[in-house]
């Protein structure tokens, strides 16, 4: 029994020792923008006008992020393999042109809010450390207001869940001043889909039948400074 006790006290030191845990969390401000446009034709898929259809498809939303903020938490565990989660929200404008009076409306103020969680890795290298990640997105958008009606419609939108799927791929670089303080230079890749029915078409005649495919919109890229606390 003594050696079976041993055996057991020398193999949960042997595995706590394998395991290095690691928990970080940061504040981060970035500045972004989105690539290509995207056109209002899906939200006259209902619409049995064809004109109507043609003009909304003619109709192009153009979207640019001017900043943003978030905070973050990474928690890792043996050899800097881990998960991040990140709450960020961006401002940005858009513009909407190809209207009918050929007038173009913009400046329009939009505010998103991004919720990845990726799959992480750190690789530490003296004081600095590389990692990267990627995984899922949740991101919603919110109406113009202050940082508590931000909130609140947040709240609001999770119960209701408002959120569209999406991609998400990060990079960050840290460069640590204390043995627990760090800036880090981060990048961000968020990438949004919808489920989508398309009709299934043989030799030009309509089958009536339909197969599940998924639709890309926005796609945004973004970078920015963080500061980050380093716990153990």
Request: glycine share 12%; hydrophobic share 45%; charged share 20%.
């Amino acid at each position: 029994m003594k050696k079976l006790i041993a055996l057991a006290v020398a193999a949960a030191t042997m595995v706590s020792a394998a395991f290095a845990l690691d928990l970080e969390a940061g504040g981060r401000f970035f500045l972004g923008t989105n690539l290509g446009s995207s056109t209002l034709g899906e939200v006259g898929n209902d619409v049995t006008d064809e004109s109507v259809k043609d003009a909304l498809k003619k109709i192009n939303l153009d979207s640019q992020l001017d900043y943003g903020f978030g905070a973050y938490v990474n928690f890792a565990l043996f050899g800097g393999l881990g998960v991040q989660g990140e709450a960020n929200l961006t401002k940005g404008t858009a513009t909407i042109n190809g209207l009918a009076t050929g007038q173009t409306a913009s400046d329009y103020e939009v505010w998103t809010l991004d919720l990845p969680v990726m799959l992480w890795a750190n690789f530490d290298l003296w004081r600095f450390t590389i990692g990267g990640g990627v995984g899922v997105n949740f991101s919603m958008d919110l109406q113009p207001g202050s940082l508590k009606e931000l909130y609140a419609e947040s709240l609001a939108n999770a119960k209701d869940n408002a959120f569209r799927m999406g991609l998400a791929v990060g990079l960050d670089a840290k460069f640590y001043f204390t043995k627990h303080l760090g800036l880090v230079a981060s990048g961000r890749y968020i990438m949004d889909f919808n489920k989508k029915e398309v009709p299934l078409n043989v030799n030009g005649v309509d089958t009536g039948a339909k197969y599940p495919t998924l639709e890309f919109t926005r796609r945004s890229l973004y970078g920015g400074l963080a500061l980050e606390f380093k716990f153990f």
